[in-house]
């Protein structure tokens, strides 16, 4: 079973708009990450949130973490047309002690010009 | 850059065909997964590796094996591919607790 479940499935906005992007997991986490998935291609890594920090910036990614509430939120300040792509979390759950990482279904976002 | 190399791109088998998806990574890496993306489906772990010749079952191991001899390659198997096995397959490697990085995939097409 999928660890993390993102929300909405499919987003699209116009360029300049914030985009947000939730995922829910089920059990404790290591850490959460995100990653985006441009068509047909492998996965980039975009931002890393360890489970005692609540969020995280990098350029205009902002990330959210709660932990009470197992989930977490991507935020995507002045979209470009160039961030249109699908967006992935994924979980590292506290019991694997490993770093195994459980991806969710992704969510869509067309950011049209 | 850390690179994640997937021997094929683009793959065509037929069903009952054993088939290798190969994977290497130049970093060092202790941790290496196999996942498979289907539409709708997101990424499903089929197998994760921590160490070499250590194994984990991943949410969808039915149908496939790997091996892990060498630290920097990981080896996917479909032991008789079936139609249900097309699919892209994504390598990633990483260290504990930090990011995965990912290779290209391989786009398998069994007939």
């Known amino acids: 079973s999928q660890q993390g479940e993102e929300d909405p499935q499919a987003l699209s906005i116009q360029e300049g708009e914030n985009a947000t992007m939730n995922c829910s997991y089920k059990?404790?986490?290591?850490?959460l990450q995100w990653y985006r998935q441009n068509s047909g291609r492998g996965l980039v890594h975009l931002i890393l949130i360890r489970s005692n920090e609540r969020e995280k910036h990098s350029g205009r990614l902002r990330v959210t973490l709660d932990t009470s509430k197992k989930s977490s939120s991507l935020l995507i300040t002045a979209s470009r047309a160039a961030d249109t792509a699908s967006y992935f979390c994924?979980?590292?759950?506290?019991?694997?002690?490993?770093?195994?990482?459980?991806f969710g279904q992704g969510t869509t976002l067309q950011v049209k010009p | 850059d850390v690179k994640v190399t997937q021997s094929s791109r683009y793959l065509v088998k037929r069903t009952g065909e054993k088939v290798f998806l190969e994977c290497v990574q130049d970093?060092?890496?202790?941790?290496m997964f196999w996942y498979r993306q289907d539409p709708g489906l997101g990424l499903r772990l089929i197998y994760f590796s921590y160490d070499v010749k250590m194994k984990e079952k991943g949410d969808i191991p039915e149908g496939y094996s790997v091996s892990r001899e060498k630290k920097e390659r990981f080896s996917l198997i479909l032991e008789s591919a079936s139609t249900n096995q097309t699919s892209m397959y994504l390598c990633a490697s990483g260290l504990q607790n930090t990011e995965a990085f990912f290779g290209q995939g391989t786009r398998l097409t069994v007939v």
């Open positions: 994924a979980t590292d759950p506290l019991t694997s002690n490993t770093g195994k990482l459980i």
């Open positions: 059990t404790s986490i290591n850490n």
């Open positions: 970093m060092d890496h202790e941790n």
